[in-house]
Nanobody, 120 residues
Framework: QVQLVESGGGLVQAGGSLNLSCAAS????????MAWYRQAPGKQRELVAA???????NYADSVKGRFTISRDNTKNTVYLKMNTLNPEDTAVYSC??????????????WGQGTQVTVSS
């Protein structure tokens, strides 16, 4: 019943921009922390950006100042605005929803991911 569906990936030239969206269903969206992860070929998955249920954001150093994460609780959707893209941003980007209780993860859901390719 729980579904996270990403959209907005594609091919873009270096220096360009892309906007990703992740629509959630089957969860009480407003109480979940949301995040974007990415995984490039041959590399480990890394946290790109996160936003808590209260709106606090956190970014990887590599994207700080270029990417912006936001959420719209009325639409059960989290967004990732990506500017000034470079080839190092090429990866599969996945949406994550996580709920914790007393610092313990109780629920953890993932979307299937969307491919972002940046050409030089």
């Amino acid at each position: 019943q729980v579904q996270l569906v990403e959209s907005g990936g594609g091919l873009v030239q270096a220096g360009g921009s892309l906007n990703l969206s992740c629509a959630a269903s089957g969860i009480i969206f407003s109480i979940y922390a949301m995040a974007w992860y990415r995984q490039a070929p041959g590399k480990q998955r890394e946290l790109v950006a996160a936003i808590t249920s209260g709106g606090t954001t956190n970014y990887a150093d590599s994207v700080k100042g270029r990417f912006t994460i936001s959420r719209d609780n009325t639409k059960n959707t989290v967004y990732l605005k990506m500017n000034t893209l470079n080839p190092e941003d090429t990866a599969v980007y996945s949406c994550n929803a996580r709920r914790t209780v007393l610092a313990t993860t109780r629920s953890d859901y993932w979307g299937q991911g969307t491919q972002v390719t940046v050409s030089s």
